[in-house]
């Protein structure tokens, strides 16, 4: 196999200062609903940070803009379904937002639904991609069934021919975004020499061609579910004697031994990747029994304020607040909640009492519901559980909900629609629920619903073994 194909030039990076992104659209399923639009961190922790949003109005649509400052691929909710889309600085967009497939059963998660551009020029990354991932899905469709042994051969010859076409195809562009694509297009063809066939490149082949000399591209997340999937697992690939340097790191909270210890593994000998990799390795060991969780605490919290390399500093800090947050057993994140003029309450006014959070949307009635059943818990459990309401301003809300939630018979809350507590407990859909212990730690995140989920348990359920727990008799 020729290995020249596909290896392009790294173009010299443009400097970008950042740019307003318009974004317009038509969501005609989505009358008064809010579209929200979010940024991915990275993609190790896949923490993502909301940066626009925008009321779809009475004619069906919206508007919102947001500043970036280099090609990056954005996600975009609205209720419980989500779309992604790339997003170049300065770039104007158009978009039909469509509800989700009827015939798709509805995900506590969210649905994924696919966005349709309008009048979009043929030279912006989204038109690129697109066009490469239907070349790509028909060249796969075409010949995924040679992939056996018998027929190893065959694909691989046509595997090659493929290559060839498109390094030639792709060659000639030197457009800003080219190097965004070529990245995209390297990396997805990256992906068929992982089809297991008599023609596939050794794991040190694939290092020497894609990623010892290959930029890191840290918002490319065709290069990054590559290299992170490359990496998956390191440790227990490690030799005997590197594996117990690294096990040696960890208890000695030191980044530098682990970094070195590392460094004797043939696939890390560029430094810029190996510290990635070993953030991603103690994110990984975090959830292994052998390793003290404090001191790989301890670690990314070094690492957060000082790597070699400053970008894997964010990193660094994103992935310890994915391994810290929310997580059934940790601290649940402090809250500063005030209503007009009263007396501010953060997470310590709810202590020595199990704390049970709503987050709601006053103009959802599905939500308003719960909160009948949640009144008669209330009078069964207020002994042993505290409840806390919290939800979002919004200018349409029925005043009669308003009126509800202020005579609820516990604390409710109404926040702006970016306050921080929305952000730090995840609040992505509403209705949504967090169960936090009288020691102020996690104990479910999200937590059962008043009304039965698809298994048919309610919070109920777990307030009443709580009761019992707590008062046997």
């Known amino acids: 196999m020729r290995y020249f194909f596909l290896l392009f030039l790294v173009l010299s990076g443009f400097t970008l200062s950042a740019q307003k992104v318009v974004l317009t659209g038509f969501a005609p399923d989505y009358v008064g609903k809010e579209v929200k639009v979010y940024r991915i961190k990275d993609y190790l922790s896949d923490q993502t940070a909301l940066i626009s949003s925008s009321t779809v109005s009475e004619d069906s649509t919206f508007e919102l803009s947001f500043f970036l400052e280099e090609i990056e691929k954005i996600i975009v909710r609205c209720e419980n379904n989500r779309s992604h889309m790339y997003i170049e600085p300065g770039a104007k967009y158009n978009v039909f937002y469509p509800e989700r497939n009827k015939y798709e059963p509805k995900l506590p998660s969210g649905n994924s639904v696919e966005m349709t551009f309008y009048d979009m020029d ?14 790509y899905d028909y060249f796969v469709g075409g010949t ?22 498109v390094y030639n195809y792709y060659l000639p562009d030197t457009s800003e975004n080219s190097f965004y694509l070529k990245t995209y297009i390297r990396y997805s063809i990256a992906g068929l ?23 890191v591209a840290y918002t490319n997340d065709i290069y990054m579910d590559y290299m992170t999937a490359f990496y998956e697992k390191t440790i227990p690939q490690l030799t005997k004697s590197t594996n117990e340097k690294f096990y040696n790191g ?20 560029n430094p810029k990747i190996r510290e ?6 103690l994110a ?7 390793y003290p969780k404090t001191n790989i605490e301890t670690i990314l919290d070094s690492l ?46 709810y202590k020595d009492k199990h704390l049970y959070i709503q987050f709601l949307d006053p103009r959802i009635e599905s939500n308003m519901r719960e909160l009948e059943i949640m009144k008669d818990m209330h009078d069964r459990y207020k002994d042993y559980v505290q409840f806390l309401t919290i939800y979002p301003k919004y200018d349409d809300s029925p005043e009669s909900n308003k009126e509800e939630l202020e005579a609820l018979p516990w604390d409710a809350f109404e926040v702006d629609r970016d306050h921080s507590i929305l952000d730090r407990y995840q609040v992505v ?3 949504q629920f967090v169960l936090i212990d009288a020691a102020g730690n996690i104990v479910a995140s999200p937590a059962p619903k008043p009304t039965p989920d698809g298994k048919y348990d309610t919070i109920d359920r777990t307030f009443y073994y709580l009761k019992k727990q707590m008062d046997p008799e």
């Open 276 to 281: 990635l990799v070993m953030i991603q390795s």
């Open 144 to 165: 995924y069934h040679l992939r056996n042994d018998k027929e190893a051969v065959e694909f691989a010859a046509y595997l090659d021919t493929f290559k060839t076409n």
């Open 193 to 215: 020499d992982n089809i297991n066939t008599l023609a596939e490149r050794g794991r040190y082949e694939k290092f020497d061609f894609y990623l010892k000399n290959y930029p």
């Open 122 to 135: 043929s030279t912006d990354i989204n038109y690129k991609i697109l066009r490469f991932q239907r070349w």
């Open 284 to 290: 990984e060991a975090y959830y292994s029994d052998e």
């Open 250 to 269: 960890v208890i000695q909270s030191s980044p530098s031994m682990i970094f070195n210890a590392l460094g004797n593994e043939y696939t890390l000998t």
């Open 429 to 431: 859909n509403f209705a």
């Open 304 to 349: 957060s304020q000082n790597c070699l390399f400053q970008a894997h500093e964010d990193i660094a800090k994103n992935v310890m607040d994915r391994l810290t947050d929310l997580v059934p057993g940790g601290k649940a994140p402090n809250f500063v909640i005030h209503q007009d003029e009263s007396s501010p309450k953060t997470l310590m006014d």
